[in-house]
């Protein structure tokens, strides 16, 4: 079971990039799935999901109306739009499957959950 982000660069702020997730051995469809950030010093931030139950999307307030998640499930491929970028958007991103995803939580299970590798996002003002 592997998944690998891929998408992250340098850019300014205001700009836009768009993340990719690659899945393999495991199906999208199957699980919850979504993006968390984590940034030096800070706590790590579940970002936006999509439940496998009842396709509820959710995002973190601090993204709402600039970032929309999507998925395509015949690539079994995750993407994660991003516009507007600010300067506090910078982190590294990451995408994990069988997370926790409803309208309220976005969160790792820890234990269950399966990661990928990051990919850095910086944002200059």
Known sequence: VQ?????GGLVQAGSSLRLSCAASGI???DYDI??????????????????????IINYADSVKGR????KDSAKNMLYLQMN???????????CAARILC????IL???GEDVRGKGTQVTVSS
């Open 27 to 29: 199906s999208l469809d």
């Open 84 to 94: 507007s970028l600010k300067p506090e958007d910078t982190a590294v991103y990451f």
């Open 34 to 55: 979504g993006w968390f950030r984590q940034a030096p010093g800070k706590e790590r931030e579940g970002v936006s999901c999509i439940s496998s139950s009842d396709g």
């Open 3 to 7: 998944l690998q982000a891929s998408g």
């Open 102 to 105: 409803n309208r309220i939580l």
């Open 67 to 70: 970032f929309a998640i999507s």
């Open 108 to 110: 790792l299970r820890y």
